[in-house]
């Protein structure tokens, strides 16, 4: 077997071919990048559709081995970013919740999802931070994504999405974590900020639901709630037509979308009942209590998560920044700079030991 065989099979025993002080370290990257693209392409398979599982194909052997590539990291330096992705899950309450890690250390990063949509959308960014060498965690909470989904309304609310997230970190064994998310994810956020302080390192949020998104966010979902509950037919339908797209040709974000409409009925109902009929965040002198720092990303032009409810966020929170987007498909479509700024304020968080309290500051966006 030559070389850039051994590594596109990779098994434990072809590392030692790749560690040999004898192999040509010009082939190396080349061989690297070839698995690395075959690794990439089994992981959009396992990953397209939410409610499949994996087959147990050659492709996905080679997805579950990428952390073998930690192993490779110091063998060569500078000559490409290699970040592990590992899947995983964890038991909350007898429920099971699934979570991806990239990257490792005790950098913790936890990026969480918007409603009805799985985590897989964190995607790009967790790969971005982990780049960064941070240990990011995406994690699809109750009734999302992989994780099972329950039709209980009352397992659902904002408090007992941070309570997942908390047992989450205490499975991991993060100390304290970057807790983010987006929508619905910034909301549990600032829950878990709330709930466990000492066990938030700093806040990352985009597009937090509060007092100025109440009338859209109730004219938006309870259509889908009652549509879910009184016709779950409806549901099925589009269930079943999305599941005749072949996903191979549909772009990523084009993915998140179909993933978010493949919904089941019951918990999909459940979920936004529990939801839509509990406490949305914490309250304002909670949020004004919130000493850790916090970065808030807002985008204009969007009536569920008005930029005047991230504004008020940022003002609130005694020790945080505000950042205004140039639209809500920035940080999807053109993340580059969003990215950096996540990037460099998780490196300055993880660098800074203790909080100070600096008050609001706006970043432009340029």
């Known amino acids: 077997m030559g070389e850039d065989d051994a590594v596109l099979a990779l098994t434990p025993a072809h590392i030692a071919v790749l560690a040999r002080p004898s192999l040509r370290l010009g082939a190396a990257p080349a061989a690297l990048r070839r698995f690395l693209g075959r690794a990439a392409a089994a992981r959009e398979e396992c990953s397209r559709d939410e409610t499949q599982e994996c087959e147990d194909t050659e492709s996905k052997h080679a997805f579950e081995r990428t952390g073998l590539l930690e192993a490779l990291a110091g ?88 309570e997942q997230v908390v047992h989450v970190l205490d499975e991991l064994g993060a100390e304290q974590a970057v807790v983010g998310g987006t929508s619905l994810g910034a909301n549990v956020a600032l829950e878990v900020a709330a709930l466990a302080p000492s066990r938030v390192r700093a806040l990352l949020v985009e597009m937090p639901v ?24 409806s549901v099925h339908l589009v269930r079943r037509a999305i599941a005749l797209v072949p996903r191979r040709v549909v772009p990523f974000w084009g993915g998140i979308v179909l993933d978010t409409l493949s919904q089941q009925p019951g918990p999909m109902a459940a979920t936004m009942h529990g939801l839509l009929f509990g406490r949305i965040a914490p309250p304002a002198h909670v949020r004004e209590s919130l ?60 660098r800074t030991s203790t909080n100070g309290a600096s008050g609001a500051r706006r970043l432009s966006a340029g």
Not at 118 to 140: K, Q, S, Y
Not at 310 to 332: G, K, N, Q, T
């Open 75 to 162: 063998r060569y330096p500078g000559s490409m970013s290699l970040v592990s992705e590992r899947v995983g899950q964890v038991f909350v309450d007898g429920w099971r919740l699934e979570l991806t890690e990239y990257g490792a250390g005790d950098r913790w990063v936890v990026l969480l999802h918007g409603q009805l949509m799985p985590r897989r959308m964190h995607e790009p960014l967790a790969r971005a931070l982990a780049a960064a060498g941070n240990h990011v965690v995406t994690l699809d909470l109750l009734g999302h994504g992989r994780s099972d989904r329950p039709d209980d309304p009352l397992l659902y609310s904002m408090t007992a999405f941070a």
């Open 210 to 233: 509060l007092d100025n998104a109440l009338d859209a966010c109730l004219v938006a979902f309870s259509p889908l709630m009652f549509a879910a509950r009184y016709a779950p037919v």
């Open 291 to 350: 000493d850790m720092p916090a970065l808030v990303v807002g985008h204009p032009h969007d009536p569920i998560h008005p930029a005047a409810d991230a504004a008020m966020l940022a003002e609130e929170l005694p020790d945080s920044r505000f950042v205004a987007s140039r639209s809500i498909l920035e940080w999807r479509f053109s993340p580059e700079r969003l990215n950096a700024v996540a990037a460099d304020f998780c490196a300055e968080v993880w």
